[in-house]
């Protein structure tokens, strides 16, 4: 059964970072590509970025481009999702989710993690 395992949130100050983890596992990731969503509390899901497990087609959202990274790690069929210079908007539970090559939609298969980000 697939699955995808976030870790590593938690409460940060304002202008904080954390590191996000994303556990891949259950069925081979290779064709698609990866990415990471938020959602706070009324609001609906946000995407922030994507890539590929090669590193090709890597997006971010404009809310984030230049503070947050996302990166791939095949051998231990990881994602991260380095977040730098957090805002109290920040705030909200982050999904890892994972997209097949053709298709257009993302699916959050775990649980999430929260992320806090104090004023």
């Known amino acids: 059964q697939a699955q995808l395992v976030e870790s590593g949130g938690g409460l940060v100050q304002t202008g904080g970072s954390l590191r996000l983890s994303c556990a891949a596992s259950?069925?081979?990731?290779?064709?698609?590509?990866m990415g990471w969503f938020r959602q706070a509390p009324g609001k609906e899901r946000e995407f922030l970025a994507s890539?590929?497990?090669?590193?090709?087609?890597?997006y971010y959202a404009d809310s984030v481009k230049g503070r947050f990274t996302i990166s791939t790690d095949n051998a231990k069929n990881t994602v991260y999702l380095q977040m730098n210079s957090l805002l109290p908007e920040g705030t909200a539970v982050y999904c890892c989710?994972?997209?097949?090559?053709?298709?257009?939609?993302?699916?959050?298969w775990g649980q999430g993690t929260q992320v806090t980000v104090s004023s």
């Open positions: 259950g069925r081979d990731f290779s064709n698609y590509a």
């Open positions: 890539r590929m497990w090669s590193g090709a087609n890597t």
């Open positions: 989710a994972a997209r097949l090559r053709g298709t257009t939609d993302f699916r959050c």
